[in-house]
């Protein structure tokens, strides 16, 4: 689970058994009253730990907190909850990315350090570039084209089950729609044994669709289809390890599902092992910037 700062009431606990200045590990009386993982503060008399997770009554610390001292303590001594500063600018650098220089985009992998695009790999490359905002997001140049040629940033995926949600944002030269524009944003997944293709596309003004490719140029099938109308989506994908679920939403918090399948269905290697992002500009005018503004691994 991606960590992030919790808070914690005011509980009564007590050490069950003595510890040393270097334990990494401490048991308390009773561990249910606390959250299953981290990270909270709790104060032993003049030491500040910080609690990264805990299995029943035992709890996995960081010692010596906050330029606080490590030292021993008996058994029975008071063990307390509190809120300090560092709590308070780490819950908000948890809801924003990092609000004081990523205000307010939020990239980040399974463990829930932030990325950049030197985390990604480029698949199809061609004349794209990415550039690093310091707002917090990712931005990619694309060139137009004639037909289907995705330009693709791409990691390895987590173990399954996990799920991966991003927010696209089309920028200045992005079609509305008309014409014979048909570009368009994606967040699929990608077998790296065989380069096959699966992911969610959106277009603004258009549609959006579930699609299957055998390469980056190379369409297979379409799963399904649904309006959309807006210049930036909310895109999220969930494996289980036995099926892919692909999902929208236009506010990221309500996703509806567009298509589901078993991973095998169309990936017969390893399955897919990669996720990536990736834009495609086919039938513009001009080259375009599309924002990554929000990549979210769980």
């Known amino acids: 689970m ?18 040393n200045a270097a334990v990494t590990t401490i048991t308390v ?15 032993i008399e003049d030491e500040l ?20 001292t490590a030292a021993s303590h008996a058994d029975s001594t008071a063990i307390t909850p509190v809120l300090t500063a560092a709590a308070i600018d780490q819950m908000l650098d948890d809801v924003t990315g990092g609000w004081t220089d990523r205000y307010p985009m939020r990239l980040v992998d399974i463990d829930g350090d932030t990325l950049t695009s030197s985390d ?10 990415i550039t690093d905002d310091t707002w917090g997001g990712m931005t990619m140049d694309i060139p137009n084209q004639s037909s289907d040629n995705h330009r693709i940033l791409k990691k390895s995926a987590p173990s399954t089950p996990y799920t991966l949600t991003a927010f696209m944002l089309f920028g200045p030269g992005y079609n509305d729609g008309g014409g014979s524009n048909s570009s368009y944003g994606a967040l699929g997944v990608r077998e790296s044994d065989t ?10 003004g258009g549609d959006c669709r579930t699609r299957r490719y055998n390469s980056p140029t190379s ?4 799963q399904d289809v649904q309006d959309f109308s807006s210049d930036r989506m909310w895109l999220q994908i969930y494996d289980d390890g036995t099926s892919l679920f692909f999902r929208i939403s236009s506010d ?3 996703f509806f599902e567009t298509a589901n399948y078993l991973r095998g269905a169309f990936m017969t290697s390893n399955g897919p092992d990669e996720i990536y ?8 005018e001009d080259d375009q910037l599309c924002h990554l503004l929000a990549w979210i691994e769980e």
């Not at 009386?29 to 104060?43: Q, Y």
């Not at 380069?195 to 603004?204: D, M, P, S, T, V």
């Not at 992002?277 to 513009?284: D, L």
């Open 2 to 19: 991606v960590r992030y700062e919790r808070m914690v009431n005011d509980v009564d606990l007590t050490l069950n058994g003595s510890i």
């Open 29 to 43: 009386n009773d561990g249910s009253v606390l959250p299953s993982d981290g990270d909270f503060r709790m104060l």
């Open 49 to 68: 730990v910080l609690v990264t997770g805990r299995t029943v009554n035992d709890l996995t610390v960081e010692r010596g907190a906050e330029s606080t």
């Open 120 to 129: 990604f790999t480029w698949v199809n490359q061609g004349t794209a570039g």
């Open 195 to 204: 380069g096959k293709l699966a992911h969610i596309e959106c277009r603004i």
């Open 219 to 222: 369409y297979n099938s379409e």
């Open 252 to 254: 990221g918090i309500n």
């Open 277 to 284: 992002f990736a834009w495609n500009s086919s039938g513009g």
